[in-house]
């Protein structure tokens, strides 16, 4: 099995990086001890640098929702419910909130 069959398995003509991944990923669930199912140090540091990235987003637009929230609470209203979902059980500056 090669990237190219499973290009064409997915009705494609070019060969993507996720083809390339796939095959690895199959590779490496039949046999791991396989030199061909394992990342190459790039593909692992590339993965590092893309979960860093969306872990910071994600920490950034939490504090942003947190501020959000405790605002709302500091005023005496309800938190509508997504943002109560979101922000959950996280530790907010105003620790006696109504949630």
């Known amino acids: 099995m090669n990237s190219q069959r499973l290009t064409i398995h ?3 003509v070019t060969i993507n990086e996720k ?4 095959l690895r990923d199959m ?4 046999d ?3 030199g061909l199912g394992q990342a190459s140090n790039e593909r692992v540091v590339t993965r590092k640098k893309i979960q860093d990235a969306q872990r910071r ?3 950034t ?3 942003e ?3 959000k929230a405790d605002c709302i609470v500091s005023r005496g209203g309800s ?4 943002l109560k979902q979101f922000v959950g059980q996280r530790n907010i500056a105003n620790r006696s909130r109504r949630i």
């Open 19 to 22: 083809d390339t991944e796939l």
């Open 27 to 30: 590779i490496f669930t039949i």
């Open 32 to 34: 791991p001890t396989n």
């Open 79 to 82: 938190l509508p419910k997504r």
């Open 10 to 12: 997915a009705k494609r």
């Open 57 to 59: 987003v994600f920490k």
């Open 65 to 67: 929702e947190t501020r």
């Open 61 to 63: 637009k939490l504090a």
